[in-house]
Nanobody
Framework: QVQLVESGGGLVQAGGSLRLSCAAS????????FGWYRQAPGKQRELVAL???????NYADSVKGRFTISRDNGKNMVYLQMNSLKPEDTAVYYC??????????????WGQGTQVSVSS
């Protein structure tokens, strides 16, 4: 199993900002696409942002323009800058490989995640 450690979550008022960090293990990190996911109570886990090894990014419509994903291959780190937060962003946030390596696969490892709570 890989090791994934998320941090940086917390409680913030609507309109505030947080920066999440993900420390990922694996010698092939620099050539892998990586993403941030989130899961709220009663909802399925969803992909929020994706970044390729070359730095191309994609975002869910619900967060586009507010969230920014970035990576530091030398440190095996992935970040998520979250601005203009809304109560609807409240969820546990996880980092992991790209959806094509996560969805539909058995034995996928998920880290502990980090809780983001946004008050109105």
């Amino acid at each position: 199993q890989v090791q994934l450690v998320e941090s940086g979550g917390g409680l913030v008022q609507a309109g505030g900002s947080l920066r999440l960090s993900c420390a990922a293990s694996g010698s092939t990190f620099s050539i892998n696409a990586f993403g941030w996911y989130r899961q709220a109570p009663g909802k399925q886990r969803e992909l929020v942002a994706l970044i390729t090894s070359g730095g191309s990014t994609n975002y869910a419509d619900s967060v586009k323009g507010r969230f920014t994903i970035s990576r530091d291959n030398g440190k095996n780190m992935v970040y998520l800058q979250m601005n203009s937060l809304k109560p609807e962003d409240t969820a546990v946030y996880y980092c992991n490989d790209a959806p094509w390596k996560v969805y539909g696969r058995e034995g996928v490892y998920w880290g502990q995640g980090t809780q983001v709570s946004v008050s109105s």
